[in-house]
């Protein structure tokens, strides 16, 4: 298989969909790697690099698309990638289409086999895919909120930690999965008062006998979410529902109570958010905007701000499926692998997942209806 990796196109993406580890491992299977030039240098990975794995470095971004038989990448394709798309082309990359509706009609009317990293899913409900970038994400979630909470980036002044005498600053997770619990470890170690909701009492009589006392958690309601966010110094988006269009949980009365210089980080905003008064993306050259006197920040792709960790993160996690679909072709590697199945959200022009289809008031058809007509 000929497995094409362009650079990513989207702003301030840094990322790239491929190692030199994994030039190596596909090409030792018997496989072709294109690679568009550059498309590793946001990374701190140069051409070099991937040719001595085995690569060939392309210039032209066209024909990385139009000679490859799988592509590989981090984000979703933006309008201008469009033109690209062809029956029977595999793309496996990050697509959150539940807010895209121009992309999945797009996938749908070029039949692409579109495969979301987002979607592939364990027997467990993990995400392993899914799962590094989020951790990425929690992470940089309190980095970037106490930078917005200094005064001179419009904040209301507060150190995370306080000092001996001054109490520290007020952070309210909302959502208690991978996203929130890696918020929490990294607010939790700044020394932060933290509040963590969920509707998963086990997962919260986890978190508290880990954190033995040290996190309130909070049962998610309107009524306990009212109240924690109105007094929060910082809130952090961590809603999911995989495939979905997020719930938009945190609603503009709530964020309307919350003190001017406060700050909200919607880490949601991949799958349309989840904070009412967020009704857009941001982008690492203009992160944050200003409504209510709330600091909003909204960026869709969080982790391209640490791109040399978040790649590699990414694809230790994604090699491996990559692999499965070169070697065995996608329509083999998909009917052996369930986990690989819940991530075909578009197949021969038809919605696959429903939380897609849901999203989009389309046709939801099952997978293996679509598989058998093929």
Same mark, same amino acid.
């Given at each position: 298989?000929?497995?094409?990796?362009?650079?990513?196109?989207? /702003?301030?993406?840094?990322?790239?969909?491929?190692?030199?580890?994994?030039?190596?491992?596909?090409?030792?299977?018997?496989h072709k790697v294109l690679i568009e030039k550059g498309a590793g240098e946001g990374s701190g990975i140069s051409d070099e690099s991937y040719k001595s794995a085995g690569a060939e470095i392309i210039s032209d971004a066209?024909?990385?698309?139009?000679?490859?038989?799988?592509?590989?990448?981090?984000?979703?394709?933006?309008?201008?990638?469009?033109?690209?798309?062809?029956?029977?082309?595999?793309?496996?990359?990050?697509?959150?289409?539940?807010?895209?509706?121009?992309?999945?009609?797009? $996938?749908?009317?070029? &039949?692409?086999?579109?495969?979301?990293?987002?979607?592939?899913?364990?027997?467990?409900?993990?995400?392993?895919?899914?799962?590094?970038?989020?951790?990425?994400?929690?992470?940089?979630?309190?980095?970037?909120?106490?930078?917005?909470?200094?005064?001179?980036?419009?904040?209301?002044?507060?150190?995370l930690s306080g000092v001996p005498g001054v109490p520290p600053a007020s952070i309210v997770i909302v959502g208690a999965g991978t996203v929130g619990v890696n918020a929490l470890k990294r607010a939790v170690g700044m020394?932060?008062?933290?509040?963590?909701?969920?509707? &998963?009492?086990?997962?919260?009589?986890? $978190?508290?006998?880990?954190?033995?006392?040290?996190?309130?958690?909070?049962?998610?309601?309107?009524?306990?979410?009212?109240?924690?966010?109105?007094?929060?110094? $910082?809130?952090?988006?961590?809603? $999911?529902?995989?495939?979905?269009?997020?719930?938009?949980?945190?609603?503009?009365?709530?964020?309307q109570a919350m003190e001017p210089g406060s700050v909200i980080v919607d880490v949601a905003i991949d799958q349309g958010g989840c904070v009412e008064t967020i009704d857009h993306p941001t982008t690492h050259a203009e992160?944050?905007?200003?409504?209510?006197?709330?600091?909003?920040?909204?960026?869709?792709?969080?982790?391209?701000?640490?791109?040399?960790?978040?790649?590699?993160?990414?694809?230790?996690?994604?090699?491996?499926?990559?692999?499965?679909? /070169? &070697?065995?072709?996608?329509?083999?590697?998909?009917?052996?692998?369930?986990?690989?199945?819940?991530?075909?959200?578009?197949?021969?022009?038809?919605?696959?997942?429903?939380?897609?289809?849901?999203?989009? &008031?389309?046709?939801?058809?099952?997978?293996?209806?679509?598989?058998?007509?093929?």
């Open positions: 298989m000929i497995v094409g990796v362009p650079k990513e196109i989207k /702003a301030q993406e840094n990322r790239v969909a491929i190692t030199p580890a994994g030039v190596d491992a596909l090409v030792r299977a018997g066209a024909y990385v698309w139009e000679k490859s038989d799988m592509i590989v990448k981090v984000k979703e394709p933006l309008p201008s990638e469009y033109k690209y798309f062809r029956d029977g082309l595999i793309l496996f990359t990050y697509l959150h289409l539940a807010p895209e509706p121009e992309l999945t009609r797009a $996938l749908m009317e070029k &039949n692409v086999v579109s495969i979301a990293y987002e979607t592939v899913q364990k027997e467990d409900g993990s995400l392993p895919l899914l799962t590094p970038m989020s951790e990425v994400a929690g992470r940089l979630a309190i980095q970037e909120g106490s930078i917005y909470l200094e005064k001179f980036r419009g904040g209301k002044g507060v150190l020394g932060a008062k933290v509040t963590i909701l969920d509707v &998963n009492v086990n997962r919260l009589r986890y $978190l508290d006998d880990i954190y033995q006392g040290r996190v309130e958690t909070l049962y998610s309601n309107r009524f306990n979410l009212m109240k924690a966010v109105s007094e929060a110094d $910082l809130v952090i988006g961590a809603v $999911l529902i995989p495939g979905a269009k997020a719930p938009k949980l945190i609603t503009e009365e709530m964020v992160p944050v905007f200003v409504k209510h006197g709330v600091i909003h920040y909204a960026v869709a792709n969080m982790p391209g701000a640490v791109p040399r960790t978040s790649t590699f993160a990414l694809t230790n996690a994604t090699l491996p499926y990559a692999l499965e679909i /070169a &070697n065995k072709g996608w329509k083999k590697a998909v009917m052996e692998n369930k986990a690989l199945a819940k991530g075909v959200n578009v197949l021969n022009g038809k919605i696959t997942y429903k939380a897609v289809a849901e999203a989009h &008031n389309l046709p939801y058809t099952p997978l293996e209806e679509v598989l058998s007509e093929i």
